[in-house]
């Protein structure tokens, strides 16, 4: 079985955001990357598949050279071989296009991205590649089996949980629940020595238009003061959330 | 031209993101001299969006479109979208929608925006201005492409009523069969759930274990709220994932998020930044919980909150 991972190089969750070039960009500026979380947990259970199954780990990123890094992570985590389109990610449309494109030309079996990436939330790049592949798709995937060429799988609905039966090939947004958090693999040295001799792949990108533009960031305004209220009045925050709140 | 929206049912009934939709597509519609038509299936009363703006009512009745189906219902809606001559499709945030719309945004070639909080602005062509960093900044963008998909982010809005003269047409659409076979679907919970809730009441690590859990249920109850945790509540295993809120969980974009021995990691936040009310109640002062809240009650919640549910009680005995 072949299987892709899609991996986006994003902020460390506890990143303090800032934009520069006049707020058009965000601001790289001593912030530390990772996986995406979400792509994490898909990776981990890829290389369950591969441990258990006998699968091929391939991982995928649309970034330029900095990503490689992150990269190399997943090659030390398990992952077998690399894959860099070499292009900056400004639209989601053009990186599902771009990976797309690869998948069209090295079958596989499973692809599984995450859900949406913590930096810029599109959540949209998993259905796109769907699309664009015409390979079926289950998002928000919080569980996956695969046993005779069955795939049972389980999706987050809003409110709980729905099973479902399919075949492969198949793409899946993946999130927390096809592994648990303590289940994610720390990379050991050994993994890390193996991960330079592993092949990274380069690849120039076919050029697409882009469908959107952002132009501006901006960040909320900092929050007003906090309304304290002594625990030996709980009638006023009943009162002020239903007079002045206007909330209950 | 009309503005075409996606309205999603349960069991026959709207949800109630459909006439927030309903309302931001009419304001738009009535900015730009257009008509808004509406997509359901299997809506057992579909003339309810006449009240909110909507022109036309597709109601696709069909036992096939009874459970919702990626593959089905994005050929449903895309072919409604060419029908209609449409170039604006507008989304909810619910996780169907969400699962949709990336499929969607091909087929129609259209570029697509998630989490909108603002109304289109045509200065600069066609922007609008989205959430990013899970809350943690705003997104102005441009649309470059014909098409456009907006999936409008919860309570961003609002829902306003304009009664409308509406027409409801069943089409029969040509369906091919589903991909996936859903084999069960598991409630968590019988009430209302965090993606629909107005009120949510989030318990974290200060509730010192699940056995304690019965005080967030009943504030929710009396309050009609979902119950949420903090990541490390859920990680412990306290709580399902499903209810874990912050960057990697769940956004929550609430009327009223009360949340009980929960500190405030800076990603826990970010998940709830764009609810409306903040409450923060809390042994530890100097949580940071506390800069993020509107209004905040230092003390214990073992002793905050029954004293809370009592007097919620006595406010919903007295305004009733």
Known sequence: ?248 | MAILIFAETYNGEFKKDCYELASYAYDLASEKNMSVTAICFNASNPSELSNFGVNKIINSSNEELKDFDATIYSNCISDAFENENSKILILSSSSNSKYIGGILAIKLKAGYITNVISKPSFSNGFSVTRNTFTNKAYEKVNILSENSILGLSKNSFGIKENSTKSEVKDIKFNIKSALNKVTSIEKMTTKVTIADADIVVSGGRGLKGPENWHMVEDLADILGAATACSKPVSDLGWRPHSEHVGQTGKPVSSNLYIAIGISGAIQHLAGVNSSKIKVVINTDPEAPFFKAADYGIVGDAFEVVPKLIEELKNFKSSNN
Not at chain 1, 143 to 172: C, H, Q
């Open chain 1, 1 to 248: 079985m072949k299987i892709l991972v899609c991996i986006s190089h994003v902020p460390d969750t506890t990143s303090k955001i800032n934009f520069t070039n006049n707020n058009s960009e965000f601001d790289k500026n001593g912030i530390q990357f990772i996986i995406n979380p979400n792509d994490e947990f898909g990776l981990t259970r890829a290389i369950w598949f591969k441990e258990k199954n006998g699968a091929s780990v391939d991982v995928i990123n649309v970034g330029l050279q900095d990503t490689e890094t992150t990269l190399r992570k997943t090659l030390a985590i398990g992952a077998d071989k690399a894959i860099r389109i070499n292009l900056e990610p400004k639209d989601s449309s053009v990186v599902a296009k771009s990976i797309a494109d690869y998948i069209n030309e090295n079958n596989y079996d499973l692809i599984i991205a995450g859900r949406e990436s913590i930096d810029y939330n599109g959540g949209m790049v998993p259905g796109m590649i769907s699309a664009l592949t015409n390979i079926n798709f289950i998002d928000k995937c919080i569980n996956i089996e695969l046993k005779d060429g069955v795939v049972n799988a389980s999706r987050e609905i809003d409110g709980g949980k729905e099973n479902i039966s399919t075949g492969l090939p198949l793409i899946i947004g993946g999130q927390k629940g096809l592994v648990e958090e303590n289940d994610l693999r720390i990379p050991n040295m050994r993994g890390i020595m193996m991960a330079r001799k592993k092949e990274l792949l380069v690849l120039e990108p076919t050029e697409y238009s882009n469908t959107l533009e952002t132009y501006n960031f901006e960040k909320p305004e900092p929050k007003g003061k906090v309304t304290l209220i002594s625990s030996d009045e709980i009638e006023k925050l009943v009162d002020l959330l239903h007079n002045e709140a206007k909330a209950i």
